[in-house]
């Protein structure tokens, strides 16, 4: 089936400095999802892109949407302690809601 | 307004037994899911539903039933739990059309010993 590989699995970094994740995918996504989910909650959606090449931003969090449509990176620029958590990246096709997640990136802010 | 509430959060039981999950939403939202969340894997889709009385398989829906008699209710059972099946599951609900975006209940924990 589907895949998405998500890199890298865990940072560990200062607070103030940028982040940069990413996901690939061996198979063309028409939509993609960034969620990040707190400790004992859910996921939450950060940003969502529906168009190749698409640059989205939502505060200091921009994710854009790759050219060949199998992968999408996510940046967060001067990070802050509440940023701590497990961001996963989702393609789905549209059409459908399978959606596929990738296995998630965690993030951890030291102040 | 609750959205979705999850029951229960916990739960420990034992091989072979049958175990139901329980989802509820306050939002009318169309769709529904079932998601498994393990580490390594992240979240795989186990079972959604389109509709009342309308669902279909995820990626890994093997020893796992679901029905939708209701909109606002999605039960998951295990009919008959294995170690395996030790997870945190999520539901989910989203809208039909535009975004698809998908709001997650709080999850619950079952360990199956």
Same mark, same amino acid.
């Given at each position: /089936? ?20 990413? @996901?690939? %995918? %061996? &198979? ?15 996921? $939450?959606?950060? =940003? ?27 940046? =967060?620029?001067?990070?802050? #302690?509440?940023? $701590?958590? =497990?961001?996963? @990246? ?5 059409? /459908? *809601?399978?959606?596929? *997640? ?10 | ?5 999850? %029951?229960?959060?916990?739960? =420990? ?9 329980? @989802? ?40 796992? $039933?679901? %029905? ?6 999605? #039960?998951?059972?295990?009919? &008959?739990?294995?170690? &395996?099946?030790?997870? $945190?599951? *999520?539901?989910?609900?989203?809208? #039909? ?7 997650? /209940? ?8």
């Amino acid at each position: /089936g589907q895949q998405l590989n998500q890199s890298p699995q865990s940072m560990f970094i200062q607070e103030g400095e940028d982040v940069s994740m990413n @996901c690939t %995918s %061996s &198979s063309i996504f028409n939509t993609w999802l960034w969620y990040k989910q707190d400790p004992g909650e859910g996921p $939450v959606l950060l =940003i969502a892109l529906y168009k190749a090449g698409e640059l989205t931003s939502n505060g200091r969090l921009t994710a854009q949407f790759g050219t060949t449509r199998k992968d999408s990176f996510l940046n =967060i620029s001067a990070s802050i #302690p509440s940023d $701590v958590g =497990i961001y996963f @990246c989702a393609g789905l096709n549209t059409g /459908g *809601f399978k959606t596929i *997640f990738g296995a998630g990136t965690r993030l951890f802010v030291k102040a | 307004d609750a959205g979705i509430t999850q %029951s229960p959060r916990y739960k =420990i039981t034992e091989t072979g037994r049958q175990v139901t999950l329980m @989802c509820h939403q306050t939002w009318s939202h169309s769709y529904m899911f079932w998601y498994r969340q393990d580490l390594g894997h992240g979240l795989r889709l186990i079972y959604y539903s389109a509709a009342a009385d309308i669902t279909d398989k995820g990626e890994v829906p093997d020893g796992y $039933v679901v %029905s939708r008699s209701k909109t606002e209710n999605f #039960p998951l059972t295990l009919e &008959s739990a294995t170690r &395996s099946q030790t997870s $945190v599951y *999520f539901c989910a609900t989203s809208l #039909p059309s535009g975004t698809y975006e998908q709001y997650f /209940g709080p999850g619950t924990r079952l360990t199956v010993t």
